[in-house]
C-alpha cells in the first residue's frame, strides 16, 4: 500500500478505480492561416460565442440551485473581459501577426502565471479559471475540445488539475470523488466538489498518472490517497464512513432543540420539485425557501406550468410547510428573454418587487398559480427585495386581486395564505416595526443584505474578505428585524447561506431568531450544533 498526502478539501470517503485525466490539446502554431485583420475577427466572434456559453451555463447551474458553479462559470466572464487578457492576445496578432487561437493561448499562460505568484492564496487559485476561460475559447478557434478519458464506472478522477468546466462534465458523470496534484481547497473544483457532496483531495505532490488504473480509497476528511489498501485500512476508514452515515441518518430523526428545550425549526432551500427529495432524506421540516426563478431562465412559463411545479412541491412535502418567493430577476440573475434595460448599476435598478409590480404580467400569473396550489397543502408566498411599506402594500394588493379572479373562475385557493416580506436590505430592516404590520411573517436573506450593508458587490473577486455577514452592522439589522417580528407576533426565518454556518447560528439565535432554511446538505451538521447548545 502507499500512502499519498494532500489537502482536505471536501469531506468524505471514496473506493474505486483511479481514473487519471491525460488533457491532450491540439499543438498550436504561431502561424496565421489569414490576414491580422481576419485572425483579429475571429477572436471577438470567438469571445461572443464563449460568453454565451458561460452565460448559458450560468442558468443551467442556477435552475440546479447551484449557485456556486454558477458564480464560477460569472467569474469566468469577467475574465474574458479583462484588458489584461485582451490586450496582449490583440498586440499578438496586430503587431505579430500571430494565430489567433495561438495568442490566446500565450496570452492566458502568462496571466496564468501572473495570478499564480500573486500572495493571496484566493487569487491563485484563480489561474485555473483563467485556464478553463482559455480553453474555451481555443477550442471556439480550432474547432476542437480538449480530449481525456471518460470513466466507464464509478472511478476516482486524478488530474494534475481540473479546470471548473471538467470538473463539472465530469460529476454530472457520476465519479465517487477526485484527486488533483495541483489546486487548493479555494480553487473553484474543490467548491464545486463540495457543493455535491463528492470527496476531494488537492495539493499532492506526486505523479498521479504512474497509479492509472489502481484501486484506490480517497479520503476527503484527512487529505489521504491510498493506492491498492490493505485490507486493514480499508475496513477501518470504511467503518468509520458507516459510523458518519448512520449518525446523519439518527439526526434526521431527531428533535431540533437545544439542551435546554428550546424549539428550533430547521427548513430547507430548494429551486426545482426534484429538490424536495434531498429536504426530506435530511430531515427539513418544511421549504424555508422555494426560489421559484428555476422555471423562468429560458422562457417566460405559463400560469399552469408553474401551477404544476408548485403544486408538485407542496403534495411532496406532505403537510410539511412550503414558502413559495415570487420571482427575483434582475441584477445578477437576469435572462435574455426579459430584456432588461441596460443599467449602470443593475444590483441597486430594476429588480426583485421592484420588477414584479411594473411587470403585472409576470406577477399576475406567478400569484395565481401559488394561491390554486395552496389548496394541496400549507404554503406560504414571500415578497422579494422589499424596501418599503408601500411597496409591501401594493405586493398584498396584487395577491387580493389574484384572489377575486381566482374566485370569479370557481377555482379553490386558501383563502387565508400567509404573505411575507423578504428582509435584505437594510431599509427593510429598520423599518421592520412598520412593515410587520403589513407582512405575516419575514424571511432574512443574508448574502444581498450583507451586499447592501457593507456597499460590496456579493460577487466581488477583488474584495471577497469585505463580504463578512458577522459584521456588528449587518448583525444588528438582523437584531432589530427580529425584534420587529417578535413585537408584531410573527414569524422569522433566515434563509441565506450564512443561516448553515455553525457560530453564527448561535450568533443568530442569541438575537432570537428560532427558525433556519438552509440547503438540504447542510441540516444534519447544523441541528448536531443546535443540540449542543443552551439558551
Same mark, same amino acid.
Given at each position: 500500500m502507499i500512502t499519498l498526502t494532500g489537502t482536505a478539501a471536501s469531506n468524505g470517503v471514496a473506493l474505486g478505480r483511479l481514473l487519471f485525466q491525460e488533457k491532450q490539446l491540439r499543438a498550436l502554431s504561431p502561424r496565421a492561416q489569414g490576414s491580422a485583420g481576419e485572425e483579429l475577427a475571429r477572436f471577438h466572434s470567438a469571445c461572443l460565442d464563449a460568453d454565451s456559453e458561460l452565460e448559458a451555463l450560468c442558468r443551467a447551474a442556477l435552475e440546479r440551485a447551484c449557485k456556486e458553479e454558477a458564480d464560477i462559470f460569472k467569474v469566468q466572464r469577467i475574465l474574458l473581459a479583462d484588458p489584461d487578457f485582451l490586450e496582449p492576445v490583440k498586440r499578438a496578432i496586430q503587431e505579430d501577426g500571430w494565430d489567433a487561437a495561438y495568442s490566446v493561448q500565450q496570452a492566458a499562460a502568462q496571466l496564468a502565471d501572473m495570478i499564480r505568484n500573486t500572495p493571496s492564496d484566493y487569487m491563485q487559485a484563480r489561474a485555473a479559471d483563467m485556464q478553463d476561460a482559455a480553453d474555451r475559447l481555443i477550442a471556439l478557434l480550432t474547432g476542437s475540445r480538449p480530449v481525456g478519458s471518460l470513466p466507464d464506472g464509478p472511478s476516482v478522477i486524478a488530474a494534475r488539475e481540473l479546470t471548473p468546466s471538467e470538473t463539472v462534465n465530469l460529476m454530472h458523470l457520476g465519479?465517487?470523488?477526485?484527486?488533483?496534484?495541483?489546486?487548493?481547497?479555494?480553487?473553484?473544483?474543490?467548491?464545486?466538489?463540495?457543493? *455535491?457532496?463528492? &470527496?476531494?483531495?488537492?495539493?499532492?505532490?506526486?505523479?498521479?498518472?504512474?497509479?492509472?488504473?489502481?484501486?484506490?480509497?480517497?479520503?476527503?476528511?484527512?487529505?489521504?490517497?491510498?493506492?491498492?489498501?490493505?485490507?486493514?485500512? $480499508?475496513?477501518?476508514?470504511?467503518?468509520?464512513?458507516?459510523?458518519?452515515?448512520?449518525?446523519?441518518?439518527?439526526?434526521?430523526?431527531? +428533535?431540533?432543540?437545544?439542551?435546554?428545550?428550546?424549539?428550533?425549526?430547521?427548513?430547507?432551500?430548494?429551486?426545482?420539485?426534484?429538490?424536495?427529495?434531498?429536504?426530506?432524506?435530511?430531515?427539513?421540516?418544511?421549504?424555508?425557501?422555494?426560489?421559484?426563478?428555476?422555471?423562468?431562465? $429560458?422562457?417566460?412559463?405559463?400560469? $399552469?406550468?408553474?401551477?404544476?411545479?408548485?403544486?408538485?412541491?407542496?403534495?411532496r412535502m406532505g403537510g410539511r410547510p412550503v414558502t413559495f418567493r415570487s420571482l427575483d430577476l434582475g441584477a445578477d440573475k437576469s435572462t435574455g428573454w426579459l430584456q432588461l434595460p441596460a443599467e449602470r448599476n443593475p444590483a441597486l435598478g430594476m429588480r426583485g418587487l421592484r420588477l414584479l409590480?411594473?411587470?403585472?404580467?409576470?406577477?399576475?400569473?406567478?400569484?395565481?398559480?401559488?394561491?390554486?396550489?395552496?389548496?394541496?397543502? +400549507?404554503?406560504?408566498?414571500?415578497?422579494?427585495?422589499?424596501?418599503?411599506?408601500?411597496?409591501?402594500?401594493?405586493?398584498?394588493?396584487?395577491?387580493?386581486?389574484?384572489?377575486?379572479?381566482?374566485?370569479?373562475?370557481?377555482?379553490?385557493?386558501?383563502?387565508?395564505?400567509?404573505?411575507?416580506?423578504?428582509?435584505?436590505?437594510?431599509?427593510?430592516?429598520?423599518?421592520?416595526?412598520?412593515?410587520?404590520?403589513?407582512?405575516?411573517?419575514?424571511?432574512?436573506?443574508?448574502?444581498?443584505?450583507?451586499?447592501?450593508?457593507?456597499?460590496?458587490?456579493?460577487?466581488?473577486?477583488?474584495?471577497? $474578505?469585505?463580504?463578512?455577514?458577522?459584521?456588528?452592522?449587518?448583525?444588528?439589522?438582523?437584531?432589530?428585524?427580529?425584534?420587529?417580528?417578535?413585537?408584531?407576533?410573527?414569524?422569522?426565518?433566515?434563509?441565506?447561506?450564512?443561516?448553515?454556518?455553525?457560530?453564527?447560528?448561535?450568533?443568530?439565535?442569541? *438575537?432570537?431568531?428560532?427558525?433556519?432554511?438552509?440547503? &438540504?446538505?447542510?441540516?444534519?451538521?447544523?441541528?448536531?450544533?443546535?443540540r449542543t447548545l443552551t439558551l
Open positions: 465519479i465517487l470523488g477526485f484527486a488533483t496534484q495541483l489546486g487548493s481547497s479555494l480553487s473553484h473544483a474543490a467548491i464545486l466538489a463540495r457543493t *455535491l457532496g463528492l &470527496p476531494a483531495v488537492t495539493e499532492i505532490h506526486s505523479d498521479l498518472s504512474l497509479y492509472h488504473g489502481r484501486r484506490v480509497l480517497l479520503d476527503g476528511y484527512r487529505g489521504l490517497l491510498f493506492i491498492d489498501p490493505d485490507p486493514k485500512t $480499508e475496513e477501518d476508514i470504511m467503518r468509520e464512513e458507516r459510523k458518519r452515515t448512520a449518525h446523519i441518518h439518527a439526526l434526521s430523526h431527531l +428533535p431540533c432543540q437545544t439542551r435546554d428545550g428550546s424549539r428550533i425549526t430547521l427548513l430547507a432551500n430548494i429551486s426545482t420539485p426534484r429538490d424536495t427529495d434531498g429536504a426530506l432524506s435530511f430531515g427539513a421540516e418544511g421549504i424555508g425557501l422555494m426560489r421559484t426563478e428555476g422555471l423562468f431562465w $429560458e422562457r417566460c412559463p405559463g400560469e $399552469e406550468e408553474q401551477f404544476a411545479a408548485c403544486r408538485a412541491v407542496i403534495e409590480l411594473r411587470r403585472r404580467e409576470l406577477l399576475m400569473p406567478q400569484l395565481r398559480a401559488v394561491l390554486r396550489a395552496s389548496a394541496f397543502g +400549507p404554503a406560504r408566498l414571500m415578497a422579494p427585495m422589499v424596501t418599503s411599506v408601500k411597496e409591501m402594500e401594493a405586493f398584498r394588493q396584487a395577491v387580493r386581486q389574484a384572489m377575486e379572479e381566482l374566485s370569479h373562475a370557481g377555482l379553490p385557493f386558501d383563502s387565508a395564505l400567509p404573505v411575507g416580506a423578504m428582509i435584505e436590505t437594510p431599509a427593510s430592516a429598520l423599518i421592520a416595526g412598520e412593515l410587520a404590520k403589513v407582512s405575516d411573517f419575514f424571511n432574512v436573506g443574508t448574502n444581498d443584505l450583507t451586499q447592501y450593508t457593507l456597499a460590496v458587490d456579493r460577487q466581488s473577486e477583488t474584495l471577497p $474578505e469585505l463580504i463578512d455577514v458577522a459584521h456588528p452592522a449587518v448583525l444588528r439589522l438582523i437584531g432589530m428585524a427580529a425584534q420587529g417580528a417578535e413585537r408584531a407576533g410573527i414569524p422569522l426565518c433566515i434563509c441565506g447561506e450564512a443561516a448553515a454556518d455553525p457560530q453564527l447560528c448561535e450568533t443568530f439565535l442569541g *438575537l432570537g431568531v428560532r427558525s433556519l432554511s438552509v440547503a &438540504p446538505q447542510a441540516i444534519p451538521s447544523l441541528k448536531e450544533k443546535i
